[in-house]
């Protein structure tokens, strides 16, 4: 039972663009939803988070944008580079996980230069 | 040094065959975590522990097991290993539980089982 779905699974950018990778969730009860990044043999490391009482956060290019009627939250990375190649996990967690994180299947973003 | 350790970082071990990945944290967390990453399928949670006396099974539990022998070090234990088990595994600490508590993540063991 995967309570956070995460789509695409992998994403091919061209320097510059914008790549846009999105959750949905069905656990009304998340209230905290972060992204991790992660480098080939590093492990995961948070980039952004976001909380529902806000529809958008904005770090540098990250964008995570939230739609809680749609229980739908997005990252967008502006002007994307090869150094975000990576993969990016999105994830949510709740009073009722324990505020255990709940993680997306992952997407592997390549940014061609 | 990094704040979240594992060892080994890479193993190849034979079906049947008992292996043990080790973790230990400086960030002085309580709370500790053994994931799974396969690729597809993301991080899944393995076992769980709150604190030293606490241990508890998360959505792949079976065929795994674990030891928190202190605060700052939490083992997982595969009995008897299966190719199917053949994965990236990756240590985590995070705070006591508040709604926004950031997980620190080791660099991952790649465990290959033959």
């Known amino acids: 039972q995967q309570q956070v779905k995460q789509s695409p699974q992998s994403l091919i950018v061209q320097k510059g663009g914008i790549s846009i990778i999105n959750c949905a969730y069905e656990n009304t009860a998340f209230d905290y939803f972060p992204w991790y990044q992660q480098f080939p043999g590093k492990g995961p490391a948070l980039l952004i988070a976001?909380?529902?009482?806000?529809s958008e956060k904005k770090e540098g290019r990250f964008t995570i944008s939230f739609n809680k009627s749609a229980k739908q939250f997005s990252l967008h990375i502006m002007d994307s580079q090869p150094g975000d190649s990576a993969t990016y996990f999105c994830?949510?967690?709740?009073?009722?996980?324990?505020?255990?994180?709940?993680f997306g299947s992952g997407t592997r973003l390549l940014v061609r230069p | 040094d990094a704040d979240v350790t594992q060892t080994p970082r890479n193993r190849i071990t034979k079906t049947g065959k008992r292996i043990m990945l080790e973790c230990s944290q400086t960030k002085g967390h309580d709370r500790m975590y053994w994931y799974r990453q396969d690729p597809g399928l993301g991080l899944r949670l393995i076992y769980y522990?709150?604190?030293?006396?606490?241990?508890n099974k998360g959505e792949i539990s079976d065929g795994y097991s674990v030891s928190r022998q202190a605060q700052a070090k939490f083992s997982l234990s595969l009995e008897s290993a299966i190719p199917n088990q053949t994965a990236l595994y990756f240590c985590?600490?995070?705070?006591?539980?508040?709604?926004?508590?950031?997980?620190?993540f080791g660099q991952g063991t790649r465990l290959t089982v033959v």
């Open positions: 994830a949510a967690s709740s009073w009722d996980s324990s505020y255990k994180l709940i």
């Open positions: 985590a600490t995070s705070d006591p539980g508040t709604s926004g508590t950031e997980a620190f």
């Open positions: 976001i909380r529902p009482d806000v």
């Open positions: 522990s709150f604190d030293v006396k606490d241990i």
